[in-house]
């Protein structure tokens, strides 16, 4: 990896000087009432709290999905793999992909194909909680981000968290980065 992670405008990741990553907030709800993938309802902050650890904050039934971007013309291999507690066969399969534009990735699907959202703290039990991701370029691991209660982010940034997601907050056009 050529240089440092390192937070850019407080809510884009950059791993390197290769590829940057938002991480959007949206309802848990979305997606048991509708069948298209989530829109953005806000970006969440990031922390860089060491050189390899990120943390951003989520609450109950909020959902994230990644925006990856890559920060030169040129490809890059790209994998996220699920952090998260239990037997490594109950976790969703690592996601890897050139990515050459943007790529909202909404979660892992697991071995049988089951979809697993990026929710840290699930209301629906079907749903496996999400301790964060593990982002990768081209087979180094670059990164970990784990998602944080608000209590626990607030608490080790010293800044707020965002304000629960309302309704009037989704975004209506393009997906964001």
């Not at 991480?23 to 509708?34: D, K, S, T, V, W």
């Not at 993938?37 to 922390?47: F, H, I, Q, T």
């Not at 109950?90 to 790529?103: G, N, Q």
Request: glycine share 8%.
């Amino acid at each position: 990896m050529r240089g440092a992670a390192r937070v850019i405008d407080g809510y884009r990741l950059a791993i390197g000087d290769r590829l940057a990553v938002s991480f959007q907030r949206y309802p848990e709800a979305i997606l048991r009432e509708r069948t298209e993938l989530p829109r953005s309802y806000g970006v969440a902050p990031v922390e860089l709290w060491l050189a390899t650890n990120a943390v951003l904050p989520v609450r109950e039934g909020e959902g994230i999905w990644l925006g990856l971007s890559p920060q030169t013309s040129m490809t890059l291999t790209t994998q996220v793999a699920w952090l998260g507690a239990g037997k490594t066969d109950h976790l969703p399969l690592p996601w890897s992909k050139i990515v050459s534009k943007l790529e909202a990735l909404h979660g892992l699907n697991k071995p049988n194909g089951v979809f697993c959202p990026f929710i840290r703290f699930p209301q629906d039990p079907d749903f496996i909680p999400c301790l964060g991701v593990v982002i990768s370029i081209e087979n180094r691991e670059s990164i970990q981000v784990r998602f944080a209660s608000v209590a626990e982010y607030e608490a080790k940034s010293g800044k707020q968290a965002p304000r629960p997601i309302s309704p009037d907050d989704c975004y209506g056009g393009w997906p964001l980065p």
